[in-house]
């Protein structure tokens, strides 16, 4: 069975760090993009980051670039989102999902599979 487990959240202070996992199993892995989605209450789910399965290639929302990092192990089955210099606008369930054949990488129909889920909350 396809599952995708995020951790890492909590409660952090502005200008603080996290660094989010998504483990994967039953799919193959480094055949899938990943991405990074979050959802704050009241708002639309939006794309955060992604890592492409070819090349590793990376992508950003511009809110977010130059203070996030999204890395993937495929050893592993994981991949990563580390998050620096956080705002408290950066508040929300932030969900990891896979998607084979991903065009715009930060449209949701793209990916098939998806996470629960982990809370972020940073106080100002």
């Known amino acids: 069975e396809v599952q995708l487990v995020e951790s890492g959240g909590g409660l952090v202070q502005a200008g603080g760090s996290l660094r989010l996992s998504c483990a994967a199993s039953g799919f193959i892995f480094d055949d899938y993009n990943i991405g990074w989605f979050r959802q704050a209450p009241g708002k639309e789910r939006e794309g955060v980051s992604c890592?492409?399965?070819?090349?590793?290639?990376?992508y950003y929302a511009d809110s977010v670039k130059g203070r996030f990092t999204i890395s993937r192990d495929n050893a592993k089955n994981t991949v990563y989102l580390q998050m620096n210099s956080l705002k408290p606008e950066d508040t929300a369930v932030y969900y990891c999902?896979?998607?084979?054949?991903?065009?715009?990488?930060?449209?949701?129909?793209?990916?098939?599979?998806w996470g629960q889920g982990t809370q972020v909350t940073v106080s100002s």
């Open positions: 890592i492409s399965s070819s090349d590793g290639i990376t």
């Open positions: 999902a896979a998607g084979f054949r991903v065009i715009t990488w930060y449209l949701r129909y793209e990916y098939a599979y």
